[in-house]
């Protein structure tokens, strides 16, 4: 068995000796997409052009496979190295497959998390391209955000005819950068030439709305009518001012037009993947887009995405928001788990995970058995990858599958990290066997005419396992306002810590009896969700003590290094 504490070569080393076909050849001979349908982005990346997607609308879909995972905890998880491993295994056993991803975000990439590309044999490639700067998607995405807001006070300059009331501004401007200096900002200093100072306010690109709506958009018709559709701020009279009002759909879909067209890359294996948007699901909807999985599903029997983070967060919003929206229909969850994990929700400290320790996986287990109940409401077939690692023992184990077992769902230990798609073989066929069971529809946790508030409340109970939710006078006067006006029918997106189902990121496992703190509400009317900020989640998250940037530089040969 292989495993990261074993291996001698970090993931960058171990992608930068892959043997990559050209990404021509892997449309070709695996998916049939010939070449004159592709824009290619050097040898090893290339984006599908949407006219052919478009021809591909009368094919059958393949079958969904969703994986998520537990609350994540230092100790780390793996979703997307299971989902690349799973995705590998199911085209080893004959299984036409395809893999979805989102494109990572550099703030992570720099900060804390590092890269996002998989690990290991399971990964993605050319993964130093897809974690900095890929195909410029997230600069399209930022640019075409930052366009509006120069518009809004560009308009107001020059007379502001619609009655813009500077006050009430909604729209931030973004980067796709950790930097806790932007949170909170004073702008348009130094006279009147230069607008009208204020305090203001960037979020990073991950949490913008253009984000949302270009991984929601079915085609490049209905990403102008969203954008167009997204609330800018408020007049004096507080009636709604939407970006048509200004003109600034047109050109905010003509920077979006070639980012818009589906990222194809391969992985380790040489199998084909998708990676294309990448909202953060503690702070946005937490999938890649619509017409890469929709797409995806006309290429291939087999399809195998992620949603962000634990599946109170990825997993929750894949299904309430993009699955209720694209009418896509997942036929099994793979919920990702490790034993060091389940230790560290068990009150072990990471210095300590080495050592068996058979009652913290029991304690720890009840953070896994709380996602698969919270699946399993949405009428998901569930399945446990254990992502393996050299310290768990057989007690532990044992253990894991017992606690799954009970519950009817099968935990399967697999070893994509150290062996590729060899090492997930067992949980590919654990798939494979459950998708040969009639299709269930999901069953969604709240319905589109359920007011806001029970919405939210809803969510909070029946997941989060919550006793209630709070709000201040002036929250819960903006969610009556955005019920009366007319936006009740729209799904929630909740933003909130990761680290646990409640608001406070230090109560690990499954806790019950808290409650959810609602510090602010904002209507993302383009996306059609409502954002509901709890606890001291930030939407500009800040770079750690030390930043994974630190150790990323070049090396005499020209090669990036220290990535991940």
């Known amino acids: 068995m292989t495993d990261q504490h074993l291996n001698p070569k970090s993931d960058i080393e171990i992608a930068n000796a892959a043997n990559m076909e050209k990404i021509l050849k892997i449309a070709e001979d695996r998916l049939g997409i010939e070449a004159e349908n592709l824009e290619p982005y050097g040898h090893y990346k290339a984006k599908v052009s949407l006219d052919y997607i478009n021809k591909l609308q009368d094919r059958p879909d393949g079958k969904l496979i969703l994986v998520t995972a537990m609350t994540p905890t230092p100790a780390g998880e793996g979703k997307t190295t299971t989902t690349v491993g799973l995705g590998d295994a199911l085209n080893r056993i004959g299984k036409k497959t395809m893999i979805c991803l989102r494109e990572p975000s550099l703030g992570p990439c720099f900060g804390m998390k590092g890269g996002a590309a998989g690990g290991g044999y399971a990964q993605v490639v050319p993964m130093t391209d897809i974690n900095l700067h890929f195909t410029g998607d997230f600069h399209a995405i930022g640019v075409a955000n930052n366009l509006l807001a ?124 998708f990676i294309h948007g990448g909202p953060f699901a503690n702070i946005a909807h937490g999938c890649n887009s619509v017409l890469a999985t929709k797409t995806a599903l006309k290429l291939a029997d087999y399809v195998v995405t992620e949603a962000g983070f634990g599946a109170d967060l990825g997993a929750e919003k894949f299904l309430d928001i993009k699955c209720r929206k694209a009418g896509l229909n997942p036929e099994v969850a793979v919920v990702v788990a490790t034993i060091r994990a389940l230790k560290m929700h068990g009150g072990v400290a990471k210095e300590d995970l080495g050592t068996e320790n058979v009652s913290a996986v029991e304690t720890g287990a009840q953070n896994l058995v709380r996602h698969i109940e ?191």
């Not at 253009?210 to 997204?230: H, P, Q, S, W, Y």
């Open 150 to 273: 120069a518009m809004i006070d560009n308009h107001i300059y020059w007379g502001n005819s619609l009655g813009i009331d500077e006050r009430r501004i909604s729209w931030r401007r973004v980067v796709d950068m950790n930097d806790r200096a932007l949170r909170y900002i004073v702008n348009s200093m130094g006279g009147v030439s230069n607008g009208f100072p204020r305090e203001d306010h960037f979020d990073i690109t991950v949490a913008s709305e253009v984000m949302a709506i270009f991984c929601l958009a079915t085609d490049l018709k209905d990403l102008e009518a969203r954008l167009g559709n997204i609330i800018v701020g408020y007049t004096r009279e507080k009636q709604p001012v939407y970006a048509r009002d200004l003109n600034a759909q047109g050109a905010m879909t003509a920077l979006l037009k070639d980012a818009f067209q589906p990222n194809l890359v391969q992985t380790l294996e040489n199998n084909p993947a």
């Open 374 to 564: 919270n699946l399993k409401k949405f009428n998901l077939s569930v399945i446990v990858a254990v992502n393996k690692f050299s310290s768990d023992t057989d007690a532990e184990i044992e253990a894991l599958q017992q606690i799954c077992g009970e519950l009817g769902v099968r935990a399967v230990m697999s070893d994509h990290w150290g062996n590729g798609g060899a090492g997930a073989e067992e949980l590919a066929m654990a798939v494979a066997e459950q998708l040969n069971e009639p299709a269930k529809p999901i069953s969604l946790i709240y319905q589109d005419d359920v007011p806001l508030w029970d919405k939210i409340k809803t969510v909070a109970t029946e997941l989060y396992r919550a006793d209630d939710i709070v709000a201040d006078q002036k929250v819960m006067g903006q969610i009556k306002e955005m019920q009366d006006n007319g936006f009740g029918h729209y799904p929630i997106c909740i933003a909130k810590t990761q680290y646990s189902f409640s608001t406070d990121p230090a109560l690990k496992g499954a806790p019950t009896g808290h409650t959810v703190q609602i510090r602010e509400a904002r209507i993302s009317n383009g996306a059609e969700f409502i954002v509901i900020v709890c606890g001291d989640i930030m939407t500009m998250p800040g770079l750690p003590r030390v930043p994974a940037a630190d150790k990323i530089g070049i090396d005499e040969n020209g090669q990036i290094i220290g990535l991940f």
